[in-house]
């Protein structure tokens, strides 16, 4: 099956005949016919469900579907992608650990990276996640290596086969935030990434109706269980120890589970993501091309454009060359930047990527508001910056709606 088949027709509907989508269980228990029974599942003796914080079939359902896409052996849905990110770390990682990762990544994890140092677990920042630069950063005491393969708003593009070369070389667990990226543009279980995290609150779920993410386990690393005493329990799963422990105890201690509906909704926005891909970044491609060419702008940032220092990489990593459907660009001053988010008819001015429609930020004054001058700007965040997150509006309407909006500039300094 190629993509957008699989996407309908990977994962059967079995637990209710002939519907073509999952039921939505909106239940917070499951009731047994015997002890013995209850029993034997809460023992992962039996297959069934007990509890939904535990395991719902429509959750299960979601999880099933990005499992089959990312070519994963199992996928653990969370209550967001911050959920997600969280307990994707703490599976492995106890105090004194440390983490490499790039300093463009998306606000929320850079400021969970700096509440876990309460907890003794630090990270190196590096200015972008290469061989090069995790080869330098790598000591003793580093156990992941965490990257954004577009980072948002940085948008640098990690190159996922050669970082993980380094990881396997050193003995490092390589996570990846594909949200940007999804699974239609890449699958970085197969390019030799550990272990997927995705906000699905984005592209996965695609209309901006339910927050939720998702962990998925390619199940790759011959676990250390010295280096990685977080596992030693589950030693006797092998390779699977991770996907095993996170299901099994930290994930369901933790308790951020994901709502049967919220599930559902994500089922039913998966369906599309092929498709909303291929317009949005059709759309972003060619939204950026324009922007170019006004002078009134400067550094409009996407990776897809000729000219950017990803082009290259782009080209050969993602299907199709799509550069992604975000694009970052500079209005030569906050308040040009703020009369240009103004004037924008169709854009929403809101905190948010991956919904059809078009949605604007001001990203110094919102999302990068808890980060240092220092963090804004090596993640590309200036006081001038306006991230966009396309929609698959008719291209035509959003670029005569950024022509009006960019004359609505003039007066400003
Ligand atoms: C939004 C986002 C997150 C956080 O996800 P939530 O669902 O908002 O918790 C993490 N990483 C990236 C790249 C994001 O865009």
Not at 73 to 86: E, N, Y
Not at 356 to 385: E, F, K, M, N
Request: proline share 4%.
């Amino acid at each position: 099956m190629k993509f957008n088949t699989q996407l309908l027709h990977g994962v059967p509907v079995l637990d209710a005949p002939g519907a073509t989508l999952p039921p939505i269980y909106q239940a917070s228990a499951f009731a047994h016919e015997s002890a013995e029974k209850l029993e034997a599942v809460f023992a992962n003796r039996a297959p069934g469900f007990a509890y939904t914080r535990i395991g719902n079939p429509t959750v299960s359902a979601f999880e099933k579907r990005i499992a089959a896409l990312e070519g994963a052996v199992d996928a653990v849905s969370c209550a967001s992608g911050m959920a997600a990110i969280t307990a994707a770390l703490l599976c492995v990682l106890q105090s004194g650990d440390e983490i490499i990762a790039g300093s463009g990544l998306f606000g929320g994890t850079l400021d969970l990276l700096h509440d876990l140092e309460r907890f003794g677990i630090t990270t190196r920042f590096v200015e972008t996640v290469t061989a090069q630069s995790v080869r330098a950063q790598t000591n003793e005491h580093t156990k992941v290596i965490f990257a954004e393969l577009i980072g948002n708003p940085k948008l640098d593009v990690v190159d996922i086969a050669a970082v993980a070369a380094v990881a396997n070389e050193k003995g490092l667990v390589f996570i990846v935030d594909s949200t940007t990226a999804t699974p239609a543009l890449v699958q970085p279980l197969r390019l030799g990434a550990h272990i997927v995290v995705h906000s699905s609150s984005k592209y996965i779920n695609g209309s901006g109706d339910a927050i939720s993410g998702v962990i998925a386990d390619g199940a790759k690393i011959a676990w250390d269980f010295e280096k990685f005493p977080a596992l030693a329990a589950y030693k006797k799963y092998g390779k699977l120890a991770y996907s095993v422990r996170l299901r099994q105890d930290l994930w369901r201690n933790f308790g951020a589970c994901l709502a049967p509906q919220n599930a559902y909704l994500n089922i039913l926005g998966l369906e599309t993501l092929g498709l909303r891909m291929e317009r949005l970044c059709q759309n972003a491609a060619q939204l950026a091309a324009y922007l170019e060419t006004r002078d009134e702008l400067a550094d409009v940032n996407y990776p897809a454009l000729p000219r950017s220092g990803y082009a290259a990489l782009t080209k050969t990593q993602f299907v199709g060359g799509q550069g992604g459907a975000i694009l970052t660009l500079r209005a030569g001053s906050k308040a040009r930047a703020f009369a240009l988010l103004d004037a924008l008819k169709y854009a929403k001015i809101a905190t948010n990527i991956g919904d059809v429609r078009t949605l604007a930020i001001h990203p110094a004054s919102t999302i990068y508001l808890h980060a240092t001058p220092a963090a804004q700007t090596a993640a590309g965040v200036y006081d001038d910056s306006l991230r966009i997150s396309v929609g698959i509006e008719d291209i035509e309407d959003l670029i005569t709606d950024f022509a009006q909006a960019i004359s609505s500039m003039k007066n400003e300094q």
